[in-house]
């Protein structure tokens, strides 16, 4: 009994419109004569299973280290989304506050009628501080969704790049079974 290899292609999609070649089986075409006299036997063919398998393994691996990379990567960016709704709100807090602080010593000079520099100075020094705190308190939360981005963005790559270990991985395996079934 003889058997005859066929040579197949395994695509896996990388983006929409691109896909990636993992490996001919087993790159069969420049090691195989023509198809009427190529017999393989059991031996053979048991080690061509057992190449494409590890083949499959890797790129299942691939596809899953991508996967989780991607659930990484949207939930940074839901972190960042959340982390910048609420540095917006205690901006708005402290605003308020500041609001109400200047509105409470204009109160109080407007009904002792004190116009002195001296109560000038007093909500000069209330204004800056409060809008210190206000302005270091919004930039450490504009740090935080920069930090958050910056992890979706890293966690983007290392699933692109999963896909690519994911493919020499694979192509690894075809290649030696190639060199052990023809050589």
């Keep these: 009994m003889r058997y005859v290899l066929l040579a197949t292609l395994i695509l896996v999609p990388i983006e929409a419109h691109a896909f990636f070649p993992i490996?001919?089986?087993?790159?069969?075409?420049?090691?195989?004569?023509?198809?009427?006299?190529?017999?393989?036997?059991?031996?053979?063919?048991?080690?061509?299973?057992?190449?494409?398998?590890s083949a499959a393994g890797a790129v299942a691996g691939a596809l899953s280290q991508r996967a989780q990379a991607k659930a990484q990567e949207q939930q940074a960016k839901l972190d960042a989304s959340l982390e910048e709704t609420a540095t917006r709100q205690r901006d708005t807090?402290?605003?308020?506050?500041?609001?109400?602080?200047?509105?409470?010593?204009?109160?109080?000079?407007s009904g002792r009628g004190i116009d002195s520099p001296t109560a000038m100075a007093f909500m000069d020094e209330a204004n800056?501080?409060?809008?210190?705190?206000?302005?270091?308190?919004?930039?450490?939360?504009?740090?935080?969704?920069?930090?958050?981005?910056n992890t979706a963005r890293n966690a983007r790559s290392r699933g692109r790049l999963s896909l690519i270990t994911g493919g020499i991985n694979a192509a690894l395996p075809l290649g030696q079974t190639a060199a052990n079934v023809f050589s």
Excluded at 93 to 109: D, F, N
Excluded at 136 to 146: D, K, P
């Design 23 to 53: 490996a001919a089986l087993p790159l069969a075409a420049a090691f195989v004569a023509p198809a009427a006299s190529t017999a393989i036997s059991l031996g053979s063919i048991a080690t061509i299973a057992s190449g494409v398998l």
């Design 93 to 109: 807090i402290r605003r308020q506050e500041l609001e109400r602080t200047l509105g409470t010593i204009r109160a109080v000079r």
């Design 128 to 149: 800056e501080n409060i809008n210190s705190d206000r302005l270091v308190e919004f930039a450490s939360g504009s740090q935080r969704v920069q930090d958050h981005l």
